[in-house]
T-cell receptor
Framework: DAKTTQPPSMDCAEGRAANLPCNHSTISGNEYVYWYRQIHSQGPQYIIHGLKNNETNEMASLIITEDRKSSTLILPHATLRDTAVYYCIVRVASGANSKLTFGKGITLSVRP | NAGVTQTPKFQVLKTGQSMTLQCAQDMNHNSMYWYRQDPGMGLRLIYYSASEGTTDKGEVPNGYNVSRLNKREFSLRLESAAPSQTSVYFC???????????????FGPGTRLLVL
Protein backbone atom coordinates (compact mmCIF):
# COMPACT_ATOMS: atom_id res chain seq x y z
CA ASP A 1 0.00 0.00 0.00
CA ALA A 2 1.18 3.54 -0.76
CA LYS A 3 2.67 5.55 2.07
CA THR A 4 1.00 8.78 3.16
CA THR A 5 2.50 11.94 4.60
CA GLN A 6 0.58 14.30 6.86
CA PRO A 7 1.77 17.30 8.87
CA PRO A 8 1.77 16.49 12.59
CA SER A 9 -0.74 19.14 13.62
CA MET A 10 -2.84 22.11 12.65
CA ASP A 11 -5.51 24.28 14.16
CA CYS A 12 -8.49 26.27 13.01
CA ALA A 13 -11.15 28.53 14.48
CA GLU A 14 -14.55 27.18 15.37
CA GLY A 15 -17.04 27.74 12.56
CA ARG A 16 -14.36 27.99 9.90
CA ALA A 17 -13.45 25.35 7.35
CA ALA A 18 -10.67 22.96 8.30
CA ASN A 19 -8.58 21.77 5.37
CA LEU A 20 -6.45 18.75 6.22
CA PRO A 21 -3.78 17.85 3.63
CA CYS A 22 -2.35 14.45 2.78
CA ASN A 23 0.38 13.52 0.34
CA HIS A 24 0.41 10.11 -1.31
CA SER A 25 2.79 10.59 -4.21
CA THR A 26 3.33 6.84 -4.79
CA ILE A 27 -0.35 5.98 -5.01
CA SER A 28 -1.29 3.38 -7.61
CA GLY A 29 -4.24 3.51 -9.93
CA ASN A 30 -6.25 0.96 -7.96
CA GLU A 31 -5.63 2.44 -4.51
CA TYR A 32 -8.34 4.29 -2.61
CA VAL A 33 -7.88 7.18 -0.20
CA TYR A 34 -9.62 6.75 3.15
CA TRP A 35 -9.96 9.16 6.06
CA TYR A 36 -10.64 8.16 9.64
CA ARG A 37 -10.54 10.22 12.80
CA GLN A 38 -9.97 9.40 16.43
CA ILE A 39 -11.38 11.59 19.12
CA HIS A 40 -9.45 11.38 22.37
CA SER A 41 -9.76 8.00 24.10
CA GLN A 42 -12.26 6.68 21.56
CA GLY A 43 -11.99 4.17 18.73
CA PRO A 44 -11.34 5.50 15.22
CA GLN A 45 -14.33 6.61 13.18
CA TYR A 46 -14.70 6.32 9.41
CA ILE A 47 -15.21 9.66 7.67
CA ILE A 48 -15.02 9.31 3.90
CA HIS A 49 -13.16 7.64 1.06
CA GLY A 50 -12.58 8.13 -2.67
CA LEU A 51 -10.73 6.88 -5.70
CA LYS A 52 -10.33 9.80 -8.08
CA ASN A 53 -13.51 11.86 -7.97
CA ASN A 54 -14.25 14.35 -5.24
CA GLU A 55 -16.61 12.99 -2.63
CA THR A 56 -18.94 14.58 -0.10
CA ASN A 57 -21.02 13.18 2.71
CA GLU A 58 -22.70 14.51 5.81
CA MET A 59 -19.39 14.72 7.66
CA ALA A 60 -16.88 16.08 5.19
CA SER A 61 -15.67 16.56 1.63
CA LEU A 62 -12.69 14.84 0.05
CA ILE A 63 -10.81 16.59 -2.73
CA ILE A 64 -8.33 14.46 -4.68
CA THR A 65 -5.96 16.14 -7.12
CA GLU A 66 -6.12 15.15 -10.76
CA ASP A 67 -2.79 13.29 -10.57
CA ARG A 68 -4.01 11.66 -7.32
CA LYS A 69 -0.75 12.39 -5.55
CA SER A 70 -2.43 14.37 -2.80
CA SER A 71 -5.80 14.96 -1.25
CA THR A 72 -7.52 17.32 1.18
CA LEU A 73 -10.18 16.52 3.73
CA ILE A 74 -12.48 19.47 4.31
CA LEU A 75 -14.62 19.92 7.40
CA PRO A 76 -16.80 22.81 6.22
CA HIS A 77 -17.75 24.26 9.61
CA ALA A 78 -15.43 22.93 12.27
CA THR A 79 -16.73 22.60 15.82
CA LEU A 80 -14.92 21.93 19.08
CA ARG A 81 -16.08 18.31 18.81
CA ASP A 82 -14.01 17.94 15.63
CA THR A 83 -10.81 18.19 17.67
CA ALA A 84 -9.21 14.80 16.96
CA VAL A 85 -6.42 12.94 15.20
CA TYR A 86 -7.21 12.48 11.51
CA TYR A 87 -5.72 9.58 9.60
CA CYS A 88 -5.24 9.52 5.85
CA ILE A 89 -4.89 5.95 4.58
CA VAL A 90 -4.26 4.69 1.08
CA ARG A 91 -4.94 1.11 0.24
CA VAL A 92 -5.81 -1.35 -2.47
CA ALA A 93 -9.17 -2.97 -2.42
CA SER A 94 -8.50 -6.59 -1.63
CA GLY A 95 -11.74 -8.05 -0.46
CA ALA A 96 -12.23 -10.04 2.70
CA ASN A 97 -8.58 -9.98 3.72
CA SER A 98 -8.25 -6.22 3.41
CA LYS A 99 -6.46 -4.41 6.20
CA LEU A 100 -5.91 -0.80 7.19
CA THR A 101 -2.49 0.60 8.08
CA PHE A 102 -2.67 3.63 10.38
CA GLY A 103 0.16 6.15 10.55
CA LYS A 104 0.46 8.88 13.17
CA GLY A 105 -2.14 11.12 11.55
CA ILE A 106 -2.62 14.86 11.91
CA THR A 107 -3.87 16.36 15.15
CA LEU A 108 -6.55 18.97 14.49
CA SER A 109 -7.23 21.43 17.28
CA VAL A 110 -10.36 23.55 16.89
CA ARG A 111 -10.15 26.71 18.98
CA PRO A 112 -13.16 28.68 20.25
CA ASN B 1 -27.59 -1.82 17.45
CA ALA B 2 -24.78 -1.72 19.99
CA GLY B 3 -22.19 -1.84 17.21
CA VAL B 4 -18.84 -3.16 18.42
CA THR B 5 -18.54 -3.81 22.15
CA GLN B 6 -15.42 -4.65 24.14
CA THR B 7 -14.89 -5.95 27.64
CA PRO B 8 -13.32 -5.10 29.97
CA LYS B 9 -12.83 -1.33 29.63
CA PHE B 10 -9.82 -1.31 31.94
CA GLN B 11 -7.52 -4.01 33.27
CA VAL B 12 -4.38 -4.13 35.37
CA LEU B 13 -2.26 -7.28 35.20
CA LYS B 14 0.96 -8.41 36.77
CA THR B 15 3.74 -9.70 34.54
CA GLY B 16 3.08 -13.33 33.66
CA GLN B 17 -0.65 -13.27 34.23
CA SER B 18 -3.03 -14.21 31.45
CA MET B 19 -6.26 -12.67 30.31
CA THR B 20 -8.71 -12.61 27.43
CA LEU B 21 -10.10 -9.47 25.85
CA GLN B 22 -13.59 -9.93 24.50
CA CYS B 23 -15.10 -8.32 21.41
CA ALA B 24 -18.55 -8.70 19.91
CA GLN B 25 -20.37 -7.06 17.02
CA ASP B 26 -24.06 -7.17 16.17
CA MET B 27 -23.81 -5.89 12.60
CA ASN B 28 -23.45 -9.31 10.94
CA HIS B 29 -19.98 -8.43 9.66
CA ASN B 30 -17.73 -11.20 8.39
CA SER B 31 -14.36 -9.58 9.06
CA MET B 32 -13.06 -8.64 12.50
CA TYR B 33 -9.76 -7.12 13.66
CA TRP B 34 -7.66 -6.52 16.75
CA TYR B 35 -5.37 -3.46 16.95
CA ARG B 36 -3.15 -2.02 19.63
CA GLN B 37 -2.33 1.65 20.09
CA ASP B 38 0.63 2.87 22.11
CA PRO B 39 0.96 6.50 23.28
CA GLY B 40 1.59 8.90 20.40
CA MET B 41 1.41 6.11 17.86
CA GLY B 42 -1.05 5.04 15.23
CA LEU B 43 -2.89 1.74 15.41
CA ARG B 44 -1.05 -1.47 14.64
CA LEU B 45 -2.85 -4.61 13.53
CA ILE B 46 -2.35 -7.66 15.76
CA TYR B 47 -4.64 -10.28 14.21
CA TYR B 48 -7.63 -10.35 11.95
CA SER B 49 -10.34 -12.78 10.94
CA ALA B 50 -11.81 -12.60 7.46
CA SER B 51 -14.61 -14.99 8.33
CA GLU B 52 -15.81 -17.35 11.01
CA GLY B 53 -13.24 -20.09 11.51
CA THR B 54 -10.29 -18.23 9.98
CA THR B 55 -7.64 -16.04 11.58
CA ASP B 56 -4.46 -14.44 10.26
CA LYS B 57 -1.50 -12.60 11.72
CA GLY B 58 -1.17 -8.87 11.37
CA GLU B 59 1.82 -6.60 11.94
CA VAL B 60 2.50 -7.39 15.63
CA PRO B 61 1.12 -10.86 16.53
CA ASN B 62 3.84 -12.04 18.92
CA GLY B 63 2.59 -12.69 22.44
CA TYR B 64 -1.06 -12.91 21.42
CA ASN B 65 -3.56 -15.54 20.37
CA VAL B 66 -7.03 -15.08 18.96
CA SER B 67 -10.23 -17.07 18.65
CA ARG B 68 -13.08 -16.39 16.29
CA LEU B 69 -15.70 -18.05 18.43
CA ASN B 70 -18.56 -17.42 16.02
CA LYS B 71 -19.54 -14.72 13.57
CA ARG B 72 -20.22 -12.22 16.35
CA GLU B 73 -17.29 -12.74 18.68
CA PHE B 74 -13.52 -12.36 18.29
CA SER B 75 -11.36 -12.69 21.39
CA LEU B 76 -7.72 -11.76 22.03
CA ARG B 77 -5.70 -13.68 24.59
CA LEU B 78 -2.50 -12.78 26.36
CA GLU B 79 -1.06 -16.01 27.73
CA SER B 80 1.77 -14.43 29.74
CA ALA B 81 1.45 -10.67 29.92
CA ALA B 82 4.55 -8.48 29.66
CA PRO B 83 4.97 -4.74 30.39
CA SER B 84 5.54 -4.19 26.67
CA GLN B 85 1.91 -5.19 26.13
CA THR B 86 0.67 -2.19 28.08
CA SER B 87 -1.48 -0.47 25.51
CA VAL B 88 -4.98 0.37 24.40
CA TYR B 89 -6.58 -2.44 22.43
CA PHE B 90 -9.24 -1.80 19.82
CA CYS B 91 -11.47 -4.31 18.13
CA UNK B 92 -13.08 -3.54 14.78
CA UNK B 93 -15.39 -5.16 12.29
CA UNK B 94 -15.69 -4.48 8.61
CA UNK B 95 -18.88 -3.56 6.86
CA UNK B 96 -20.01 -5.83 4.09
CA UNK B 97 -21.23 -3.95 1.10
CA UNK B 98 -22.39 -4.67 -2.41
CA UNK B 99 -19.23 -2.83 -3.40
CA UNK B 100 -16.92 -5.38 -1.81
CA UNK B 101 -13.94 -3.12 -2.08
CA UNK B 102 -15.20 -0.77 0.57
CA UNK B 103 -12.78 -0.68 3.48
CA UNK B 104 -15.02 0.75 6.18
CA UNK B 105 -14.24 -0.55 9.62
CA UNK B 106 -16.26 0.13 12.75
CA PHE B 107 -14.31 0.29 15.99
CA GLY B 108 -15.13 -0.52 19.58
CA PRO B 109 -14.42 1.83 22.50
CA GLY B 110 -11.17 0.11 23.44
CA THR B 111 -9.69 -1.78 26.39
CA ARG B 112 -6.98 -0.03 28.39
CA LEU B 113 -4.47 -2.56 29.67
CA LEU B 114 -1.67 -1.91 32.13
CA VAL B 115 0.88 -4.65 32.78
CA LEU B 116 3.02 -4.10 35.86
Amino acid sequence: DAKTTQPPSMDCAEGRAANLPCNHSTISGNEYVYWYRQIHSQGPQYIIHGLKNNETNEMASLIITEDRKSSTLILPHATLRDTAVYYCIVRVASGANSKLTFGKGITLSVRP
Amino acid sequence: NAGVTQTPKFQVLKTGQSMTLQCAQDMNHNSMYWYRQDPGMGLRLIYYSASEGTTDKGEVPNGYNVSRLNKREFSLRLESAAPSQTSVYFCASRVEDRAWYQETQYFGPGTRLLVL
